[in-house]
Each structure stands twice: as C-alpha cells, then as structure tokens.
C-alpha cells in the first residue's frame, strides 16, 4: 500500500510554456500532499503543501504564480510551471500522507523538467 | 527551528563491510524521525519511522535507532544493491506536517 504515481516522468518543453505535472495516490486517500523541488547532489526543497479543496501554502521564496497548485480530489493534486525559463529546470516530486496519525510521506517517483 | 545534520556525506564500502550512518537533529518536540532511501532519477523511497528514543526498526539488512539528539542507519554484510542516497528527515511539533530534511549520505558498495 501507500503508492504515489506522478506524470509525466520526464517533460521537455520550450522556454515561455506551460507544463501540468500530476500526482495521485494510488491505494489511500491522501488528506494532504506536498511539493519538493530537488537539485542534483542536493536534498529536497519543499515548495508548497496543499490540503484537497483548500488552497496551497508555499514556501518562502516560492512564486505562487509560476507554480500553480490545485489540489482537487483526496488522490489528484497538479503543479502548473507557468512560462517555464531553463532555470525552472530540475526534479520535481510529490509526496502523499494518509492522515492516519503515523505522518510518512510517500513520494513518487519524481518528474524530470527540462526547459529548452 | 528544526535542523538535521547528516554524516558522513558520502560512504564507500566493500561488500560485506558493515557501517552507520548518522543523523543529528535538534527539533522542539519530535513527533517522528524518518529514514528514506532514494535511487538515482527516482522518488525517495520509505524505510522506516521512529518515534522515541530507545526505538529500534530492522528491515533485511538495514536497522535504524533513535537516541535524544541523534538516529543511526546501521548497514549489515551490505551488498551492491545497498547503494543509494539515504535522507533522514525530522517531524517538529511546531512543523504542522512539514518534515526537515538532512542533506543525505550517498553510499557506494562495491563488490
């Protein structure tokens, strides 16, 4: 139990576009999830966390508006990079709590960006 | 402020060498300390919670304590497939759900 899918895996996309990036919980109901940004060799940035129906809060530092979240049903949260630059380039992974008390985050399997 | 501080940064080990790694926190009341496991190009992967100090959670040849100010992950015999980056991560009381990450020790087994 506990699976977290994101996608896609990978996105290339031209610089100025938009790119959706989405994350489900597979076999639990997921009463919050979160966004982390990762850097090569470097640990997880948390970006933003967001509760299903609520809007999300996010990090100091985080553009709400270059990275819209919707967190729209208790399995399906979206991260929007809105007129995506080469330096919103990286790895981008969600991660899911079930809400049962016992607080582990399950991550997916992460979401490679690549902005030309 | 929670911080965590994980050492080494990086481990080599032979095949069968058995060693620990080591996670220092300080966090204004723990409600759990989490190990994770993350492959190259993939999600970290859940290994285990503890949640005082005393604990202790074994799994094939991973094994994780917990003291006041520090959790070790003891590698036992590791093998190839052992090799991965492993983050230790914290959960304060005054965090809401929010976890704080150490920086990670990547570990290189070599046959």
């Known amino acids: 139990g506990a699976v977290v899918s994101q996608h896609p895996s990978r996105v290339i996309c031209k610089s100025g576009t938009s790119v959706k990036i989405e994350c489900r919980s597979l076999?639990?109901?997921?009463?919050?999830m979160f966004w982390y940004r990762q850097f090569p060799k470097q640990s997880l940035m948390l970006m933003a966390t967001?509760?299903?129906?609520?809007?999300?809060?996010?990090e100091q530092g985080v553009e709400k508006d270059k990275f819209l979240i919707n967190h729209a049903s208790l399995t399906l949260s979206t991260l929007t990079v809105t007129s995506a630059h080469p330096e919103d380039s990286s790895f981008y992974i969600c991660?899911?709590?079930?809400?049962?008390?016992?607080?582990?985050?399950?991550f997916g399997p992460g979401t490679r960006l690549t902005v030309l | 402020e929670d911080q965590v501080t994980q050492s080494p940064e990086a481990l080599r080990l032979q095949e069968g060498e058995s060693s620990s790694l080591n996670c220092s926190y300080t966090v204004s009341g723990l409600r759990g300390l989490f190990w994770y496991r993350q492959d190259p190009g993939k999600g970290p992967e859940f290994l285990f919670t503890?949640?005082?100090a005393g604990e202790e959670k074994e799994k094939e040849r991973l094994k994780a304590t917990l003291t006041k100010k520090e959790s070790f992950l003891h590698i036992t015999a590791p093998k190839p497939e052992d090799s991965a980056t492993y983050l230790c991560?914290?959960?304060?009381?005054?965090?809401?759900?929010?976890?704080?990450f150490g920086g990670g020790t990547r570990v290189l087994v070599k046959p």
């Open positions: 991560a914290v959960l304060g009381r005054a965090a809401g759900n929010k976890l704080t």
């Open positions: 076999d639990f109901q997921a009463t919050t």
């Open positions: 967001s509760n299903e129906g609520s809007k999300a809060t996010y």
């Open positions: 503890l949640y005082s």
């Open positions: 991660s899911a709590t079930r809400g049962t008390g016992l607080n582990e985050q399950f």
